[in-house]
């Protein structure tokens, strides 16, 4: 029987993925940090996962087909798969953020709805 739940730590760090270390099975998950004034190395897109990121420190901003958002702690930003995205830090501030990737319109029910009450 497979284990009913993994528990991980994610330190300090440039990137950290959780699809080995939770043996994620519906979406990727990632921390990420930039120090100031970085920004993340290439332009990317995706074939079929949506990203969801939240920004839990820090400040900096997005770079979406040309548009430039602005991002600070507390904000979320949902990106569709096509769009050509980069992420950068502030020049006085590092980032870090999660960043959630799932298939785009996969998400069947959610909450209350999926769930198994006893």
């Not at 590092?94 to 996969?106: A, D, F, L, M, R």
Request: aromatic share 6%; proline share 4%.
């Amino acid at each position: 029987m497979a284990d009913l739940f993994e528990k991980t730590n994610v330190k300090a760090g440039a990137r950290t993925e959780l699809h080995d270390a939770l043996h994620l099975t519906g979406a990727e998950v990632s921390v990420n940090t930039l120090p100031a004034g970085a920004s993340v190395p290439f332009v990317h897109a995706h074939r079929q996962n949506e990203e969801i990121y939240g920004i839990l420190e820090g400040a900096g901003e997005a770079e979406i087909e040309g548009k430039r958002v602005p991002l600070g702690a507390g904000d979320w930003l949902r990106v569709s798969p096509a769009a050509k995205r980069r992420f950068f830090a502030a020049k006085d501030s590092p980032i870090t953020y999660i960043c959630i990737q799932v298939k785009e319109n996969s998400l069947v029910s959610f909450t209350a709805a999926d769930a198994v009450i006893e």
